[in-house]
T-cell receptor, first 118, second 112 residues
């Protein structure tokens, strides 16, 4: 099976612009989660989508948004970019069962998108 | 704040030696997972240990979990230069809405 893919791998934007990142999960995986990784804050959870619904959300401002399509592919969007948004954005997919309080399954990560905001 | 805290922050050992990394967390968990990351790339899942398990093995990896102390350890035996990477523990806890919460990581350097 092909792994999780993320596009683009590298991106350079300027402050005030917006950006859309894409993630294709492993075939059959319906849960997609997004994480931001920075040297200062480490790995932080952004949101999780399951069956086109946002099921969980981290503590990020509304400028960060996402969506999931019927084929489980997901996109995240960051509007009005700030310098502090420079980070590695990681997407992970899992088989995670239907929602509720079911614990997480193993998450398989993509290679990430390196976003630089100038 | 991060749920998991790894210790040490950095570790440098010779090839062939064992490496032990520790992770402490704050709340009751469903499971704890360990991941490896090579130089700013994606994370690779190493092992998952559930809250009702105490020890798990996978190849040269041994993970222990002590829920009474809210801590876990990852032991890599007979380390190789290719083990050089950052290692993260991640907890899945109901209190955090069943999302993975990562620690700050341990940077492991294995010298050949």
């Amino acid at each position: 099976k092909a792994g999780v893919t993320q596009t683009p791998r590298y991106l350079i934007k300027t402050r005030g612009q917006q950006v859309t990142l894409s993630c294709s999960p492993i075939s059959g995986h319906r849960s997609v989660s997004w994480y931001q990784q920075t040297p200062g804050q480490g790995l932080q959870f952004l949101f999780e989508y399951f069956s086109e619904t946002q099921r969980n959300k981290g503590n990020f401002p509304g400028r960060f948004s996402g969506r999931q399509f019927s084929n489980s592919r997901s996109e995240m969007n960051v509007s009005t970019l700030e310098l502090g948004d420079s980070a590695l954005y990681l997407c992970a997919s899992s088989l995670r069962a239907s929602g509720g309080l079911a614990s997480t399954d193993t998450q398989y990560f993509g290679p990430g998108t390196r976003l630089t905001v100038l | 704040s991060q749920q998991g805290e790894e210790d040490p922050q950095a570790l440098s050992i010779q090839e062939g030696e064992n490496a032990t990394m520790n992770c402490s967390y704050k709340t009751s968990i469903n499971n704890l997972q360990w991941y490896r990351q090579n130089s700013g790339r994606g994370l690779v899942h190493l092992i998952l240990i559930r809250s009702n398990e105490r020890e798990k093995h996978s190849g040269r990896l041994r993970v222990t979990l002590d829920t009474s102390k809210k801590s876990s350890s990852l032991l890599i035996t007979a380390s190789r230069a290719a083990d050089t990477a950052s290692y993260f523990c991640a907890t899945d806890a109901m209190e955090y809405g069943n999302k993975l919460v990562f620690g700050a990581g341990t940077i492991l350097r294995v010298k050949s």
